[in-house]
């Protein structure tokens, strides 16, 4: 078959000329209607005058009208027999890839209707979402009639819950919020699927395709038949396509920015796009700030639809019963009703919440719909309604659902109004950092993590049981953060200050906001001393429980330290992070019940049983165990290690090898440990033999004895999988470590050579960007430097070097990866034993800076 070049050239030329000027509208619905409308035109044009035996129709976005600049052109051929038209429809399906329009394409029979519903409900539902472009129309109409025939109540049903099954699958592999901070803005929460997948929902229950032939999407369409048929109100009809469209918008360029087809919106990508759309300053934060409320406003409409098409398919059935809660709230089954048609008040609206979260239910559709009004249509008042506040109180009274109450609060912006200051926070994005959600939804999520540990057999779970008001612990979750929008740097200051204003006004005593504030201004401090500190230094112990009145308030923080850290990122919540705090914490309690100093705890601490350890080797033995423990200078090592892996670096200390590297597998880490004799450059070079062995450190504990034999623990995983290094790779790792200590291999040489390698997939490994910030710390023997920075393979190997090149000596080092980010800090002393002058560190800065920037 010729090619027409006219058509080719014509064809690529228009879908050029649109792809320079009409993606860039912020009319993303129009702009792919108009793109899918053009290439219906070309196909059809490419086909005409065909006789055929056969419907060809669109499918997938291109039958909704909504193609993006990369998406699939989604073809299906419809026939009573392939075999009898398997030729024409090869030409055709030829044509169009001739002529420069690549199709996707399947073939079907009708037998197939059949066939699909019985094995494979997928792809049977995706036969409701075509569009007529060409071929036997009788065809067309007889396939839509034979198909809705198949829908029975029972089909509907199956259907209906398979989607919603898919719904929460999606869910769990996209992160179960619309508010991640580089969403895919196709099938994350909040995303185009979920709208559509309320769309196929409708086909399927009232049997009736969306399809319609005049010139709009099937989103507008969609979204105005639900309009006129009373589902939604007007008001959220509007929502709803501002929402589609700003998503959509996304989508669109997306596309055009990574030239392919690709969902997810990158911070790179995000940069350009807002930049696109503002020259202002702040156009980041404004753009996701309305991204994410389209978001927020997508996946609202579909939980509420979900809701409705559940009971319209009788998956949910509806409890006859109905019990009065009290003159203007009903419950059915976990539907919550208003039995009048008064107008509501806020106070009214904050009663519904409660009731939703006291009986673990949702609100109806006209509950829904009213509240959604009255948050449209609020105007801001100066003062609180007293009541508005005591219901506020009773939901944070409520023994669970306290954090799906408030999140559902803020999804309908009803918590905004309630607390302008939080307002602040949603959509509020914090770049550069570890967190992987809007600061709002990360938030709402320390609250929900705590109530997880409501009759848990935990340590931490126990310490919730005995917390009798915990009211006042979800308070500091809620306010910790408050203040990050106006300045993320001590915003656990500022925050204070918001949160005791907001806390007077509504009606708490002066001893609660001091509860409450305590949380806020300290919620930082906890970790900053469990991940960077000594925690068997005395001086560190008595600063930090110095703090505190008494126990509750050191149980309240330790609470909010964990809530914090395990909402911000599944990554950061580690075995070995916990462990740290809880050190910090069991010590830090102890000394406040026996009303101790950190000198006597420690001196107290360090009890063992040599025959406990001993036990374990037949190659020691008491005496060994005795001079060992009594030789190392840290007490925490006993907290460290078990009994016989103690008994395992005696062994090892004893045999007299050079260097020994011991390997254990942990949950999500391989734990290394290297003993040997210390050296001014021995921790580079361990960290070193790790880099080069493909290995990133995510933490690290420095134990050395009074003789000089070190024992250096490291939690590393590759840098390739993000898992436990391969057990064959264990081998190479201890000859290489032998080799370094031996001085038989130069590590200098090896980066060389690895760094080619490396630089072809860092890019893809680390994506952070940041600033390098070095800060130092007086203590009464070292100079702490804490060194925070955007991670990169063999930074440790580079900064420990440097420090030995500037004559520094470390002592103590707490080695800490949060994600993509380095927070590491180091106890050292020169080499004469001093601690670093304040006129020396300037330089010393400045020589660490410079050396991480020519890294980064």
């Not at 942990?666 to 493909?694: A, H, Q, R």
């Not at 130069?746 to 980066?751: C, D, G, R, S, Y």
Request: contains cysteine; aromatic residues 10%; proline residues 2%.
């Amino acid at each position: 078959m010729p090619i027409d070049s006219s058509n080719k050239s014509q064809f690529k030329a228009s879908k050029e000329e649109f792809f320079e000027k009409g993606f860039g509208k912020k009319n993303a619905l129009k702009a792919s209607m108009e793109y899918s409308l053009l290439v219906e035109e070309h196909i059809q044009k490419l086909v005409v005058g065909k006789k055929s035996n056969f419907a060809l129709v669109s499918a997938g976005s291109f039958s909704r009208r909504e193609l993006s600049p990369f998406s699939d052109i989604d073809l299906m051929f419809i026939t009573h027999s392939v075999k009898e038209v398997k030729n024409e429809i090869s030409e055709v399906v030829q044509k169009l890839w001739d002529n420069g329009i690549d199709v996707s394409h399947t073939v079907r029979e009708f037998s197939d209707i059949e066939k699909f519903l019985k094995t494979d409900l997928h792809t049977f539902t995706q036969f409701f979402e075509t569009r007529l472009l060409f071929g036997s129309e009788s065809i067309y109409n007889e396939w839509n009639d034979i198909l809705f025939s198949q829908l029975t109540a029972k089909v509907q049903k199956n259907i209906v819950s398979e989607l919603i099954k898919d719904i929460g699958d999606r869910y769990q592999k996209y992160g179960d919020s619309p508010k991640t901070l580089e969403p895919n803005v196709k099938l994350s929460p909040g995303g185009l699927r979920d709208f559509q997948a309320v769309e196929w929902m409708y086909i399927l229950l009232n049997k009736t395709l969306l399809n319609k032939q005049n010139e709009t999407t099937q989103a507008e369409s969609f979204i105005e038949l639900l309009k006129s048929a009373n589902i939604i109100s007007q008001t959220e009809a509007k929502i709803l396509l501002i929402s589609y469209n700003q998503i959509l918008n996304a989508r669109n360029l997306i596309h055009l920015y990574s030239l392919q087809k690709n969902d997810r919106l990158e911070f790179n990508l995000q940069k350009k796009i807002a930049n696109l759309n503002s020259l202002e300053k702040d156009g980041l934060t404004v753009y996701m700030k309305e991204y994410f409320s389209a978001a927020n406003a997508i996946q609202r409409f579909s939980y509420g639809m979900v809701k409705y098409f559940e009971e319209a398919a009788a998956i949910t059935t509806s409890n006859n019963l109905t019990i009065d809660l009290d003159d203007d709230f009903s419950l059915a089954g976990k539907k919550l009703y208003l039995k009048h048609s008064l107008k509501l008040t806020f106070s009214d609206i904050l009663r519904a919440f409660y009731y939703t979260g006291l009986n673990n239910a949702h609100l109806d559709e006209n509950l829904r719909r009213l509240v959604l009004e009255f948050v449209e249509n609020y105007t801001a008042i100066d003062t609180f309604d007293a009541e508005s506040a005591v219901f506020f109180r009773e939901i944070l009274k409520l023994e669970k659902n306290v954090g799906n109450t408030l999140a559902l609060m803020n999804q309908f912006g009803v918590l905004g109004i309630l607390l302008p200051a939080f307002k602040d926070l949603v959509g509020f994005v914090q770049h550069g950092v570890y967190h992987c959600y809007t600061t709002d939804e990360h938030t709402l999520l320390t609250i929900k993590n705590i109530e997880k540990l409501n009759r848990n057999t935990s340590n931490l779970g126990k310490i919730l049981d005995n917390i009798e008001n915990k009211e006042i612990l979800y308070l500091g979750l809620l306010f910790h953060d408050i203040a990050k929008p106006i300045n993320i740097a001590g915003h656990e200051i500022l925050g204070v200050e918001i949160a005791a204003s907001i806390l007077y006004t509504l009606g708490y005593t002066d001893q609660e906001i001091e509860k409450v504030t305590l949380l806020v201004r300290n919620h930082l401090y906890m970790e900053q001393i469990a991940f960077r500190r000594n925690l068997s230094d005395p001086e560190t112990l008595n600063n930090f429980t110095a703090n505190f009145k008494s126990v509750e308030e050191l149980d309240l923080l330790y609470l909010v330290t964990y809530a914090d850290l395990s909402a911000v990122n599944p990554a950061v919540w580690t075995s070995w992070k916990s462990e740290l705090l809880a050190e910090l914490y069991r010590k830090s309690r102890s000394m406040l019940e026996e009303q101790i100093s950190g000198e006597e705890l420690l001196m107290s601490g360090s009890y063992f049983v040599p025959g406990e350890i001993s036990k374990h080797s037949e190659l020691i033995s008491d005496e060994h165990v005795q001079e060992h423990m009594e030789s190392i200078t840290d007490s925490s090592y006993i907290y460290q290690f078990s009994d016989k892996e103690i008994a395992k670096h005696i062994e090892e200390i004893q045999k007299g090898v050079k260097v020994s590297t011991v390997f254990k597998e942990l949950e999500s880490f391989t734990n290394v440990t290297v003993i040997t004799m210390d050296f001014p450059s021995l921790l580079s070079k361990i960290c070193g033999v790790l880099s080069i062995n493909d290995a990133n450190i995510h933490d690290a504990k420095i134990f050395t004895r009074r003789d000089g034999v070190v024992i250096d623990t490291f939690n590393v995983t590759d840098f390739r999988t993000h898992k436990k290094l391969d057990p064959a790779r264990y081998n190479k790792i201890n000859s290489d470590m032998e080799a370094v200590i031996s001085e038989m291999l130069k590590l200098n040489v090896e980066f060389a050579r690895m760094k080619s390698r490396w630089k072809r997939i860092e890019s893809k490994l680390f994506k952070r960007t940041g600033k390098v910030k070095i800060l130092f710390e007086e203590h009464d023997k070292y100079t702490i430097i804490d060194v925070f920075s955007p991670d990169k393979l063999g930074f440790l190997y580079q900064v420990t070097s440097k420090m030995n090149e500037l004559g520094l000596v470390i002592f103590f080092a707490k080695i800490s990866t949060r994600e993509d980010d380095i927070v590491d800090s180091f106890y050292v002393l020169d080499r004469n034993g001093k601690k670093i002058p304040s006129y020396d560190q300037e330089f010393v800065k400045h020589e660490l800076t410079q050396t991480i920037n020519q890294m980064l």
